[in-house]
């Protein structure tokens, strides 16, 4: 039997403290975490959702993508609609002439390696009640994409709307209802019809529009539900949707780099003829949104360009689909350059949290 030399043990104990000295450093990168607080508001929440990601290296960027859970199964697939994407780095914040803008996600804290961003949660917007999935990731593959489930619910209003959207006489599954009160621009709020294609939306006393909207159909805005929805009440209506012939497509840009898409873009348009039809950019920021035949205008929704930091001029971008679909469109819109900043207080002097401008306007 062979008898191991002490030359021999000390260059095995060598090599042993050699690899442990190594070992820590291979090691020492701790798991990135992934936190949102709080994970459940109702619709009329008017605070912030705190972000939190830790075991970063300093100044890394991740990747935030929104997804809206159209088919409530928990797990991003092709029913999921993406509705907000930006990116965080460990370190940053959005400024401009040296003021933080508020609007646009940023790191809040002092921490490296750990990113700690507030979302205005509704950033002017308005929220659509149902199940959303936030997916973590690395644009350069540094960790495995984490995904954490969130929840907006309706206020317990005592009364409701309820009913389906439906179809040449058939429920369409997982279409957006949204409602509009008379007297404003824009909608109140929405849900997300269930599997079966019904839906119930709990709201405040009072006079109200609804419409329902989903990929491949239009809805006729020019006569919307006319519905005056009484204090204790359950009222009942059906949404119809129209199919599509052709679309429109082309993608959303960087005024300055039209290579830098703009991703979770909600890209409303609307029709001479009274109709309306719904579309979102993907993550490079390619839109594409099934129409009819008709003279259409993609609009402008200042309040979701806001939280990107960018502006929209006044102008909307008209296509005329009489002929045929309509591929191609570019829309550039610029980044903000300055700002309106101050605070919101009563006639006490007391703040005022959560205010946002009106519906389609946002302070940038």
Request: hydrophobic share 40%.
């Amino acid at each position: 039997m062979k008898t191991c030399s002490y030359l021999t043990v000390r260059r095995g104990l060598f090599f042993v403290l050699f690899c442990a000295n190594l070992w820590p450093a291979a090691v020492s990168r701790a798991a990135v975490g992934f936190t949102l607080n709080p994970s459940s508001v109702s619709n009329t929440y008017g605070g912030t959702i705190a972000l939190q990601v830790t075991g970063l290296t300093n100044t890394e960027t991740v990747v935030v993508q929104t997804f809206l859970d159209a088919n409530t199964n928990g797990v991003i697939d092709g029913a999921d609609l993406l509705v907000q994407q930006f990116n965080l780095t460990d370190g940053q914040a959005s400024v401009i002439g040296g003021i933080t803008n508020i609007n646009v996600p940023g790191d809040t804290d002092t921490t490296a390696g750990q990113i700690t961003a507030q979302l205005n949660f509704q950033s002017g917007d308005f929220a659509i009640s149902g199940k959303y999935e936030y997916r973590l990731s690395s644009p350069t593959g540094h960790f495995t994409p984490i995904t954490n489930l969130f929840t907006i619910t309706d206020f317990p209003y005592a009364q409701s709307f309820t009913g389906n959207v439906v179809n040449s006489g058939t429920n369409v599954p997982n279409a957006f209802v949204l409602f509009f009160q008379s007297n404003n621009n824009g909608p109140e709020g929405g849900a997300v019809a269930n599997n079966s294609g019904s839906y119930t939306i709990k709201a405040a006393p009072g006079t109200y529009q609804l419409v329902a909207f989903k990929s491949n159909y239009v809805a006729n805005f020019s006569s919307p539900p006319i519905l005056t929805l009484g204090s204790g009440t359950t009222l009942s209506t059906n949404l119809t949707l129209i199919n599509t012939t052709r679309s429109i497509s082309g993608r959303i840009v960087d005024a300055a780099n039209s290579g830098i898409g703009l991703p979770g873009l909600l890209v409303p348009v609307t029709s001479t003829d009274g109709l309306l039809a719904v579309g979102f950019t993907d993550g490079n920021g390619n839109f594409t949104v099934p129409v009819t035949a008709s003279n259409w205008k993609i609009e402008r929704n200042q309040s979701a360009l806001g939280f990107y930091g960018y502006v929209a001029p006044g102008n909307s971008t008209s296509v005329d689909t009489s002929t045929g679909s309509v591929a191609g469109v570019t829309i550039a819109l610029p980044r903000a350059t300055a700002l309106f900043y101050g605070s919101v207080k009563d006639n006490l002097n007391q703040p005022l949290a959560g205010v946002v401008p009106a519906w389609g306007y946002n302070v940038v």
